[in-house]
């Protein structure tokens, strides 16, 4: 094999992916028609669509912090999900003991959620055009942000979901520390809309520069200055893929 089992990473990989696949209309067309929904109430329930952010109508203010708030929870729902269900019924040893280090397992777990978070914004974007415009920007900064938002979120769906040892873990997780931070870094508005002492606390909130530098690709409007943000990604992810590969490497609630 070598160094690296390429061939094994590949096809767990694969596993991760065809996971998710199989249940394409649960996986990635649900969490799009929710985030459509979202949309829908907001601008034409409410009536919102005169109003205009930052020199734009609401709804295509609205529609980038909707894609990568979608991207970002559903990269983080499949690598918790498939490691705590593995962890739930016992078959977690199917995954550890074939011949895979701890950085392949790191790569392949991290890198299956990252790609339905992925899929699922590429699948959301044209969908969220036929009802507001989708303006382009700045292309790369786009694509960075939804990879490193889906990958930063996976990372943390994989540590999520090895410390929790039931389902309930992980809901808490979910509805306490992701959802929040989600809704409260910027989705649905600009952080300057806040009181002073809010945008502070917004500006400790990673979630804030993933959804403020994916808003400014598309628009042009940012918060915060653009670099901030893909620093403060990339260190990010650098940790977190650091410390999953430190906890599956130790066999934390892995290994008996």
């Known amino acids: 094999m070598g160094a690296v089992n390429w061939r094994g990473m590949w096809e767990l990989y694969l596993k991760e992916v065809r996971r998710f696949w199989k249940v394409i209309v649960q996986t990635v067309l649900a969490p799009i028609i929710t985030s459509l929904m979202f949309l829908l109430v907001m601008v034409f329930a409410f009536a919102r669509n005169d109003i ?16 990568i708030m979608t991207m970002i929870q559903n990269a983080f729902a499949n690598t918790s999900s498939s490691i705590l ?5 016992g078959n977690i040893v199917d995954v550890l003991m074939p011949p895979l280090s701890a950085i392949e397992l790191t790569v392949a777990w991290i890198l299956g959620g990252a790609t339905r978070g992925i899929i699922v914004g590429i699948v959301c974007i044209p969908i969220m055009g036929l009802f507001a415009d989708i303006h382009v920007h700045n292309v790369w900064l786009i ?3 939804g990879i490193a938002g889906s990958i930063f979120m996976s990372a943390v769906g994989v540590l999520g979901a090895i410390w929790a040892d039931k389902f309930d873990h992980m809901a808490a997780v979910t509805n306490f520390v992701v959802t929040p931070l989600t809704f409260l870094s910027g989705t649905f508005y ?7 002492w809010a945008q502070v606390i917004a500006h400790y909130n990673p979630f804030f520069y993933n959804i403020d530098g994916f808003r400014y690709g598309f628009l042009g409007h940012e918060t915060s200055a653009p670099w901030i943000g893909v620093v403060v990604m990339s260190a990010l992810n650098i940790v977190l893929i650091g410390w999953t590969y430190a906890v599956i490497k130790s066999g934390y609630k892995l290994k008996p």
């Open 143 to 145: 694509m960075f942000h």
């Open 85 to 89: 269900v593995s962890k739930v019924q």
């Open 190 to 196: 600009t952080i300057d809309r806040l009181p002073e």
């Open 52 to 67: 205009t952010v930052s020199g734009y109508p609401f709804a295509d203010f609205l529609v980038p912090g909707l894609v």
